[in-house]
C-alpha cells in the first residue's frame, strides 16, 4: 500500500498542498481528479520523491520512502510525467532505459534485461517503432515509447500525470488496456486524468483535491452522488444508454443543461 | 546504427591517430623519412634524428593528444550535464578563470613563469567553484540554466579584469597573449606527468558515468525517478569538466573551440550514447588537435602558427554553423 500522512508543499508565498492524506492499494486504479492548480501534479511528484521541501511522510507498505537510496526508490515507483522531452534516441534504447535500475557499473543490458525491453515494447504495441527515434514519433507513439519504458522498468507502484492528455481515441483506448493491464498485475496504480467519464469508468478509487485541499476519497459511485462533480467541476453526470444498450456516464456542462 | 557498428570507430581512429601522430613526429622545420623516425624507437636511429623526435616532437605530439582528449570530453560533460549543446569549457569560465589568474601574475610576480601553469589550474577551478556557488544559490531547482547565465556574468567580469590589468601593467600583456593564444611550441615531458595522470582519470570517470548521463537526455523528474542523483551528477560533471580543461590550461595555454566542435562531430559519427560518445569524442579529439598542430607548423613553414589560431579559425565558423542549423529550438 503506498501511504502518504500531512503531506504540505508550500512554493514562495503559494500554499499548494495542505497536510493531505492519501493512499492507494494494490491492485488498484486510484484516479486523482481536480480542476488546474489543485495540487494534483505537485502530489504526485511527492509520491515520487521528485518534489523538494515538502512536509509529510510517504511509504510504501510501511517502508518509509526517505529511508530510501535513489536506486532502492527507482525499483519500488515509476512516475510518467506529464511532458515528455523527444531525446533523439530510438524507442528500444528508450524502453532500455527502463532497466537502468537494475544495472551495475557500465549500464550493460543483459539478454534478460533485452527480452525484458522487446516484451515491454510489445505490450505498448510500439515494437514496430523499436528503430525509429523517439523525437521522430508521433504525440501518441512518443507515449507508448515511455509506457513501454515504465513497463521495462517494472515496479509495484506506477504514478501518471495525465497520460491520455493530446491523444485521440485509438491511443487512449491502448493506454486504458495497458493500465487495466498493470492492475491485474497486482500493481498500485495512481494517475492524474482530467475527463471526469473516463475516470469513473477506469478507476476503483477517486481522490479530489481542490485547492490544495482533499476533499474526497472513495469509489467513482459514492463520487457521483457526492455533488462534487457540480461543485468542484461544473458539470453534471448523467448516466445514459447507447443504441446497443451499454450504459454509460456522460457528463455536461451545468449552463448547458445540466440540472 | 547499433552500438557493436559503432565500436569500429575506435580502432579506425585510433589507427588514424597513430598515422598522424607519426606525421607530426616525421614533419616540421626538418623532415625527416618515416623509417627514420620508426627507428629512433626500434635500434636508437640517427642522433640528430632522436634528439629532435625525442626532446622536441614527442613531448608536442603527446601533448596535443592529451589537449584534443582533455577539452573534448570537457565540452562533452558539459554539453550532457547542462542539455545544451552549445556549451564549452569556456563559458563556464575555466578559460577566463585561468586568464585572469595568469594575469595577476605576471602583474605581481613578472618573472614567475614556473609558476603559471599551477596559477591557471587554480584560477580555472576556483572560478567553476564561484559559478557553481552563484548558480546553486540563485537557481535552486533550475540551477541546469542558471549555471551558464553564471558562467556568462562570471567569465564577463573576469574578461574586464583582465583588459583592466593590461592597461595598468602593459608588460605584463606580451606574457599574457602567448599564453592565451594556446599552443604547444616549448611543451616538454616534464610538463605532461600531472596533466596526464588527470586527464587519464578524468576521462576514466567521464566514461564510467556515461550510463547515468545517457538518462539527462530525458529530463531531470524522469531521471531521477530512473535512480540518478541528478544535482550531484551535474556537479560531479561540472568539476570533472573543469579539472580536465584546466589541466590543459596548465601548459597548452587557451585552446578554444576544441570542446564545443568536437563533441559535435562525434555525436554526427557515434550518436547520443554517451558509453560510445565518450572515447569517440576523446579519439576525434585528440586526433584534431594533432592535426591543427602538425597544420600550424607545416602549412606555413618555417613560420609557425600556433595550433590555437587554427582551432579559432575553424571553430568560430562552426560555431556559427550550429547556431544556423539550431536556429528556432532555443526560442
Known amino acids: 500500500m503506498l501511504r502518504a500522512q500531512q503531506i504540505s508543499l508550500r512554493l514562495g508565498s503559494k500554499t499548494i498542498l495542505k497536510q493531505v492524506d492519501f493512499q492507494a492499494e494494490a491492485g488498484q486504479i486510484t484516479v486523482l481528479l481536480g480542476r488546474n492548480g489543485s495540487g494534483k501534479t505537485s502530489l504526485l511528484r511527492c509520491l515520487a520523491m521528485t518534489q523538494t521541501r515538502w512536509r509529510g511522510q510517504v511509504t510504501l507498505d510501511g517502508c518509509s520512502l526517505r529511508s530510501l537510496t535513489p536506486q532502492e526508490r527507482s525499483r519500488r515507483i515509476a512516475l510518467l510525467p506529464q511532458i515528455l522531452p523527444r531525446p533523439p534516441i530510438t524507442v528500444r534504447t528508450l524502453t532500455g532505459y527502463g532497466r537502468q535500475p537494475y544495472l551495475g557499473w557500465g549500464g550493460q543490458l543483459s539478454a534478460a534485461d533485452e527480452q525484458k525491453v522487446q516484451r515491454a515494447m510489445e505490450q505498448a504495441e510500439i515494437a514496430a517503432h523499436a528503430e525509429d527515434l523517439v523525437c521522430h514519433c508521433s504525440g501518441g507513439e512518443r507515449q507508448l515509447a515511455y509506457f513501454a519504458m515504465l513497463l521495462a522498468q517494472d515496479t509495484p507502484v506506477v504514478l501518471l500525470d495525465e497520460p491520455t492528455a493530446s491523444l485521440d481515441m485509438e491511443y487512449r483506448r491502448v493506454v486504458y488496456a495497458l493500465l487495466r493491464r498493470m492492475k491485474a498485475e497486482g500493481k498500485t496504480v495512481v494517475l492524474i486524468l482530467h475527463e471526469l467519464a473516463d475516470a469513473v469508468e477506469l478507476a476503483d478509487q477517486v481522490c479530489v483535491l481542490d485547492q490544495g485541499n482533499r476533499v474526497f476519497t472513495g469509489t467513482p459511485e459514492d463520487f457521483l452522488i457526492s455533488g462534487l462533480p457540480q461543485s468542484v467541476f461544473g458539470l453534471c453526470p448523467k448516466q445514459v444508454k447507447d443504441e446497443t444498450g451499454n450504459e454509460f456516464i456522460l457528463f455536461r456542462p451545468l449552463n448547458q443543461g445540466g440540472e | ?331
Open chain 2, 1 to 331: 546504427m547499433k552500438i557493436k557498428k559503432k565500436r569500429v570507430l575506435i580502432p579506425f581512429l585510433f589507427l588514424l591517430l597513430a598515422v598522424l601522430g607519426l606525421s607530426g613526429l616525421a614533419l616540421g622545420s626538418a623532415r625527416f623519412p618515416l623509417d627514420e623516425v620508426i627507428a629512433v624507437f626500434t635500434d636508437g636511429g640517427d642522433p640528430t634524428v632522436r634528439l629532435i623526435v625525442l626532446q622536441l616532437r614527442l613531448p608536442r605530439v603527446a601533448g596535443a593528444v592529451l589537449a584534443g582528449v582533455g577539452l573534448a570530453v570537457s565540452g562533452l560533460l558539459l554539453q550532457s550535464a547542462t542539455g545544451n549543446y552549445l556549451c564549452s569549457p569556456n563559458i563556464i569560465g575555466v578559460n577566463s578563470g585561468a586568464g585572469f589568474a595568469v594575469m595577476v601574475l605576471l602583474c605581481l610576480f613578472p618573472m614567475a613563469f614556473a609558476v603559471l601553469p599551477l596559477a591557471a589550474f587554480a584560477g580555472a577551478l576556483f572560478t567553476t567553484f564561484l559559478v557553481l556557488g552563484i548558480s546553486v544559490s540563485a537557481g535552486g531547482h533550475q540551477s541546469k540554466s542558471t549555471v551558464l547565465l553564471a558562467g556568462v556574468a562570471v567569465s564577463s567580469l573576469l574578461s574586464a579584469g583582465i583588459s583592466f590589468l593590461s592597461q595598468l601593467v602593459p608588460d605584463a600583456l606580451a606574457s599574457y597573449s602567448a599564453f592565451s593564444i594556446g599552443g604547444f611550441s616549448g611543451v616538454q615531458g616534464a610538463d605532461l606527468v600531472f596533466p596526464a595522470i588527470m586527464i587519464g582519470v578524468g576521462t576514466g570517470l567521464a566514461w564510467g558515468l556515461a550510463p547515468q548521463l545517457n538518462l539527462l537526455c530525458l529530463g531531470d523528474e524522469l531521471a531521477a525517478t530512473l535512480g540518478v542523483k541528478v544535482k550531484a551528477l551535474r556537479v560531479i560533471c561540472l568539476i570533472l569538466a573543469s579539472a580536465l580543461c584546466a589541466a590543459v590550461v596548465t601548459y597548452a595555454g587557451l585552446l578554444g573551440f576544441v570542446g564545443l566542435i568536437v563533441p559535435h562531430l562525434a555525436r554526427k559519427l557515434a550518436g547520443h550514447d554517451l558509453r560510445i560518445l565518450v572515447p569517440v569524442t576523446a579519439l576525434l579529439g585528440a586526433n584534431l588537435v594533432v592535426l591543427s598542430d602538425l597544420a600550424g607548423r607545416t602549412l606555413f613553414s618555417p613560420a609557425e602558427l600556433p595550433a590555437g589560431i587554427l582551432m579559432a579559425l575553424l571553430g568560430a565558423p562552426f560555431f556559427l554553423f550550429i547556431l544556423f542549423q539550431r536556429r528556432g529550438r532555443y526560442a
